[in-house]
């Protein structure tokens, strides 16, 4: 298995080592309900070094951005910020989904997910070439996350001043930008693995909790973001996956992969909704929702530490009102519907 510069650091600190997309990554580190609750009520990190950073090089990056994803980077190309967008096949399906970072000077910095890596590289080396835009593989760089309420007086001795969400800080090449993936206040950083070190080693002595995967996926499905690979892939569009915020037809004039694709697809018959449910038990992906005139299927599903219930996405037919079902171990339990931001839907709840 591949793995992260920080391999060693997770085991001295208990980290529980499991087989993530080909790569050894930490779960947990005793308690994933102890690290999902930290992040919530206070401040945690995450090493997210297996996910992919390329930097673009060339005179044409807009045009060659602007092409690519069906987003307009010209809506953050000269300021400080970041923008998120799927990516795109000629079909409209969802080959990934990424962050853009505007890095100063006409330069661009794109991270996507770990298990797409070597595709994105190609994907993007090939639509590149037309526009003399140089890829560059930072596969060996670090990035850590910094999530939680707290999190701005840990970093804040490395910024001139606390940044807006989706704002870039990049100096002495490291990035800062206030991203995430948890719906939390908070930092991912950016740079090569010697100075990645000294923030790890920073965080840690000043008793920043490390937190796994496990808290990572229970955090996000709750704040209502997507897994790719789980909640939308090639054979999904952003229109059916709950992203269609993300498809910019603003400027008639602009082409992007997947635009004729995705105009004839607007009316998609499916949507990614939320449930959650007061009984007992977790559904997985897979399984089947009925309600009264449709049908559809889970997508993600777990229980949610900071409402103590079980939640999950489910794609399902555009009538799905606000009442379903499904099946779990040979008994019937009912669903409610929801908008995927756990949030902000179930926040009246608690």
Known sequence: MKATYLNSKHKDLGGFMVDFSGWEMPLHYGSQLNEHNEVRTNVGIFDVSHMAVFDLDGKKQED???????NDIKKING????????????????????????????????????ATREKNLSWLS???????????????????????????????????????????????????????????LGYEIICDQEKGIKFWNEFISNDVQPIGLA?????????????????????????????GWTIDFNHKDRDFIGKNALEE???????????YTEERGVL???????????????????WS??????IGFCRVDK???????????DKKITLKFSNTNFLESLKKDV
């Open 215 to 243: 808290a990572r996926d229970t955090l996000r499905l709750e704040a209502g973001l997507n897994l790719y690979g789980t909640d939308m892939d090639e054979t999904n569009t952003p229109y059916d996956s709950n992203i």
């Open 265 to 275: 697809k607007k009316d998609s018959k499916k949507i990614l909704k939320g449930f």
């Open 126 to 184: 090939k639509i590149a070439e037309p526009f003399d835009v140089g890829v560059d593989f930072k596969s060996d760089y670090s990035i850590l996350a910094l999530q939680g309420p707290n999190s701005y007086k840990f970093i804040k001795s490395h910024i001139e001043k606390d940044i807006s969400k989706f704002s870039v800080h990049n100096t002495d090449d490291v990035m800062i930008a206030s991203t995430g993936y948890t719906g939390e």
């Open 79 to 114: 300021q400080n910020k970041a923008m998120y967008s799927p990516m795109l096949n000629h079909e409209g399906g969802i080959l990934d989904d990424l962050i853009v970072y505007y890095l100063g000077n006409e330069s661009f910095r794109i991270v996507s997910n770990c």
């Open 284 to 302: 997985r992906g897979g399984a089947e929702v009925i309600f009264e005139g449709g049908s559809g299927v889970v997508t993600s599903g777990t």
């Open 305 to 310: 530490p900071t409402f103590k219930k079980n």
């Open 64 to 70: 060659f951005l602007r092409f690519l994803l069906p």
């Open 319 to 329: 009538n799905c009102g606000e009442i379903g079902s499904a099946v779990l171990r």
